[in-house]
């Protein structure tokens, strides 16, 4: 190991991105897209509200509702996933430790791990 890694400094690519927010080491949510297995895994989740008129973001949300898209993070530039709107609900545990959902695209299956 580098003289620079002893001290505590990132010395890898991954390290700096970490510590700088562009990607996460540890993760709470995994999402499966049905048709392929496509899966994310993000730290946190936020669920975005659209308004209807100019599409533009209105709000952010906790819990899905229709209408919402799911957001994974990290919550900045360099996101790691959003759906487009959620069309219908077709399961959702009440503590959300699972969900799955449909969009205008795809079905996929959220689980809080």
């Not at 390290?15 to 993000?42: M, P």
């Not at 759906?83 to 219908?88: A, G, I, K, L, R």
Request: glycine share 6%.
């Amino acid at each position: 190991m580098s003289k620079l890694g002893n001290r505590g400094i990132p010395v890898t690519i991954e390290e700096i991105a970490i510590e700088q927010g562009v990607i996460e080491n540890e993760y709470n949510y995994k999402l499966v897209r049905e048709h392929d297995g496509l899966t994310n895994q993000s730290k946190d989740i936020t669920w975005i509200e659209w308004d209807n008129l100019s599409g533009m973001f209105k709000a952010e949300h906790d819990n899905i509702r229709v209408g919402r898209s799911l957001l994974m993070s990290p919550f900045n530039q360099f996101f790691t996933w959003q759906t487009t709107e959620v069309t219908e609900i077709l399961a959702c545990e009440a503590d959300s430790s699972y969900i799955k959902f449909k969009t205008r695209n795809s079905t996929y299956e959220l689980f809080k791990l």
